[in-house]
Nanobody, 119 residues
Framework: QVQLVESGGGLVQAGGSLRLSCVASGTIFRIRSMGWYRQAPGKQRDLVAI???????DYEDSVKGRFTISRDNAKNTVYLQMNSLKPEDTAVYYC?????????????WGQGTQVTVSS
């Protein structure tokens, strides 16, 4: 079993910065991808940023140039540095990892951390 613990959310004024962290623990064979998603009230959960084990990175268009995803493989940790935050970035942010084992990939989600950006 794999557990994910997120931290770093909070309340910040527009233009400010936050850094989210997500630590994976438990029986981890091979992490194929680590990503961040967000869900605003009344909306679906959408991808924000993702990084693969080949270090390929992709961002949702609205965060390009403002957010940076990175990973520390030794610590099984993924980060999301969020700069120039806007009120529309307000949401619950979730991390997700894809772990491969015996030819199959399993997805695990964190519990979510609230990010609130005031105008």
């Amino acid at each position: 079993q794999v557990q994910l613990v997120e931290s770093g959310g909070g309340l910040v004024q527009a233009g400010g910065s936050l850094r989210l962290s997500c630590v994976a623990s438990g029986t981890i064979f091979r992490i194929r991808s680590m990503g961040w998603y967000r869900q605003a009230p009344g909306k679906q959960r959408d991808l924000v940023a993702i990084i693969t084990d080949g270090s390929s990175i992709d961002y949702e268009d609205s965060v390009k140039g403002r957010f940076t995803i990175s990973r520390d493989n030794a610590k099984n940790t993924v980060y999301l540095q969020m700069n120039s935050l806007k009120p529309e970035d307000t949401a619950v942010y979730y991390c997700k990892i894809g772990v491969s084992h015996l030819g199959r990939t399993y997805d695990y989600w964190g519990q979510g951390t609230q990010v609130t950006v005031s105008s």
